[in-house]
């Protein structure tokens, strides 16, 4: 929140002419948070309601903040959608690898083999790359950090916010309490060591996206800028605020 | 584009397109679904000439959240459906009852449950529109039996919708949809909107008391509008914990619409002396239409409003008739609430005609069925 305000402030965008739109979820009550027109919709539909707003009123600017069960796994197909169909939005989603809000359970980014409530022999499950989804489904814009990298987070979500089309940042975020606990982190200082050791900088790293989503599985971060692109936006697409 | 008055032959569904044009509608969201598609693809053509938004969504789920997004932006919106695309908004309908969004949802019904029978009616959704999503919640749902009432009550919805901040449902059905016939568009229709906030204009449709329906604050006017469905006060701050913020939010919800039934709810009544009463509505009228039609020992009652359940005339008519037969395409479901108002105002006897698999009764089905109750 505190990257996302100063790059909203930076940028100097006005409160009044921006919606913020949250599903349901620790993170999708950001909007609730903010001193500012806000949407708190149903779990999962964030990036739905928030295209009908868009559509309905283009001069809003758009910011929808998720969490990685609310967009990858009950809103998985309004996100594969969402960036296919390019419609100017910036959406952030909180990725703290568990279902927090109702007391830890595992999530479709818990890694491999990592502990849960629904997962007390260990997560037999892999894990989704929200990032790779974004960029082969067709985002404009697509960056993944950690909470440790403060400075590129912040320029991250400045680009994400100034790009037109569907821009997408994935923040792999700390949840000390629920996750970090039973994964032997339960101090916030020991999952920000995690961050740095599973880190990997995407842009150094092999360059097929198949050998990313191979490190995501292994349980790695990529982290980094992954796509800067203009494709037309829908509502340029479909004339949307030229007439009337 | 809007249809200018004049006289139309057009397809049910085709009159529904009309209907919502007519009422200033601005954005579609659907997803193809039988038999509802015509609406779809009517207003794909149509939308963009009446400087409004054509959305195909990825499923139901997201139609019914982009219409509610929308209707948030300012502006009238809606979606088009049957069965089992209806199942899937239900979770969509509650936030709108809870966020008093005004939307509508048009619901040509099929033969269910699950895939059931994509092409043939049936009046199996009925209960759902009330029931369907969890909580209690109030909705106003209107029910045409024919082309000229698609146009219509497609334009009660709308209006009902914005004047009580409701979803609004149309609950047509296959025959309906399909059904081709003769549409008269008026020189004057008579159209409602949102009362916005921050908007003063005296308007005969706003004699709701702001108390029980709040003016609609638009995003992007600087109201900072906080929109969500958990349980809220007036100034939208979430309150969950709290016993009587939500026991006044929810008794609010529903007295909203239950307070002013006798504005929201309309019939026609046919023989309404008569000794024997059917009370159908929609499709299943239709047989009985004609029998009250030739026959003055048969009355008929046709709903063309059903939630708020229409208490007022159904117990007028069970005040001065001996019996009731109630028609429906499902296996009985507004007949149990048509059967308690009718016990309750002294007509011992309500019978049922129930007919499902995609035909609607016929007259001579209704004839056997009168006779064996001795009406005829």
Known sequence: ?????????????????????????????????????ALHTTHGRAIAFATGLKLAKPELKIVVFTGDGDLGAIGGNHF??????????????????????????????????????????????????????????????????????????T????????????TFVEVVSQCPTNFGRRNKMGDPSQMLEWFKESSVRRDKSRTAAVDHVDLNLEGKITIGEFVDRNRECYEELIGVGKHG | MKIAPGEYFLQGNE???????ASGVKFFAGYPITPSTEIAEGLSRKLKGADGVFLQMEDEIACISAVIGASWGGVKSMTATSGPGFSLMQEAIGYAAMSETP??????MRGGPSTGQPTRASQGDVMQTKYGSHGDYQVIAFAPASVQEMFDLTVECFNYSEKYRVPGFLLSDAEIGHM??????????????????????????????????????????????????????????IEP??????????KRLSEKVLRNRKDINKWELMCPGSKTMVVSYGSASLGAKEVAAKDDRVGLLRLKSLWPFPEE??????????????????????YWEIKRVALENGCKKVELLSKIGGDPPTPSEFRHKLREMGAI
């Not at chain 1, 404009?140 to 909470?147: D, G, I």
């Open chain 2, 313 to 334: 005339p159904v117990a007028e008519v069970a005040r001065n008739c001996n019996q009731i037969l109630v028609s429906e395409m499902n296996l009985g479901m507004l």
């Open chain 2, 103 to 108: 939307i509508v949802v048009v619901n040509v």
């Open chain 1, 80 to 153: 594969i959608n969402g960036c296919r169909r390019n419609v100017d939005m910036t959406v952030i989603c909180i990725n703290n690898n568990i279902y927090g809000m109702t007391g830890g359970q595992a999530s479709i980014t818990t890694p491999h083999e990592y502990q849960s409530t629904t997962t007390p022999y260990g997560n037999k499950e892999y894990p989704f790359d929200l990032a790779e989804i974004a960029v082969a489904a067709g985002a404009n814009y697509v960056a993944r950090w950690t909470t440790r990298n403060v400075h590129e987070l």
């Open chain 2, 15 to 21: 009159a529904c397109v009309e209907g919502a044009l």
């Open chain 2, 241 to 250: 914990e709290d016993v009587k913020v939500h026991q006044e939010l929810v």
């Open chain 1, 1 to 37: 929140m505190n990257c996302f305000y100063r790059a909203f402030t930076e940028l100097e965008l006005p409160l009044d002419k921006t919606a913020f739109v949250g599903g349901i979820g620790c993170s999708s009550r950001i909007p609730l948070y903010i001193n500012s027109d």
């Open chain 1, 155 to 166: 320029r991250s979500m400045k680009s994400a916010l100034q790009k037109k089309g569907f």
């Open chain 2, 180 to 237: 081709r016939g003769l549409l008269k568009i008026p020189d004057n229709i008579k159209i409602i909107d949102r009362k916005e906030k921050g908007m003063k204009r005296p308007d005969e449709a706003y004699d709701v008391p702001d108390e029980l329906v709040r003016p609609f604050p638009v995003f992007g006017k600087g109201h900072k509008t906080m929109i969500t469905g958990m349980t809220h006060t007036d100034t939208s701050k």
